[in-house]
């Protein structure tokens, strides 16, 4: 009987022991606190912040530039059609009024495209440069106020212009929920406005 009292007393202590380990460690699971998560809007911030409103005067005010000195072109090209007509049909005048009004269809057609891709570079490198600075602001706001994670939550528009654009939409928002995070998106483009 000493032996029955005996594997039974260290069967009984050995379950005691499992349920006491299971319990610490649930309590210790229970113990951590959730992590503090945050969320910023690039879209809303790349949208509304006061560089972005700059940037765009700047850029309808450089816009309306070249539209004026292309207008004058245009102007000067059909005025030179104009006294085309005023001269004898193969004469060197009228050659070299021909080759004059096509030097300059070609300068414009040139000048046009240059601007374009002159116009994209510049928007490609001013947009990195704000979202440097979004990254940067967000990182400092985030660490002031002990967040752990900060996540993008820019919402898409509905109804989308398209199917590829509803696509991608589907395909690039991430953050589909994010009730109890703090968002930082107003802070972030307060510090990024005040940045020169």
Known sequence: ??????????????????????????????????????????????????????????????????????????????????GLKTLKVGTSDYMARVKEIFEKQASLQAAQEFRKQQISLKDQQWIEGLYKAILQQTSEVAKQKGLEMVFEKSEPEFPAQSANELMRAIDTNKLLY???????????MARVDEEK
């Open 1 to 82: 009987m000493k032996i029955k009292t005996i594997i039974l007393s260290c069967l009984l202590s050995a379950i005691i022991l499992a349920f006491a380990y299971d319990y610490s460690r649930a309590e210790s699971k229970v113990d951590k606190p959730a992590p503090k998560i945050g969320v910023v809007s690039v879209q809303k911030i790349l949208q509304h912040c006061k560089r972005s409103a700059k940037y765009r005067e700047e850029a309808i005010a450089e816009q309306n530039k070249v539209i004026a000195e292309s207008d004058k072109l245009k102007a000067e090209i059909e005025a030179d059609k104009a």
């Open 178 to 188: 994010s009730g109890g995070c703090l968002d930082i998106t107003d802070e972030v």
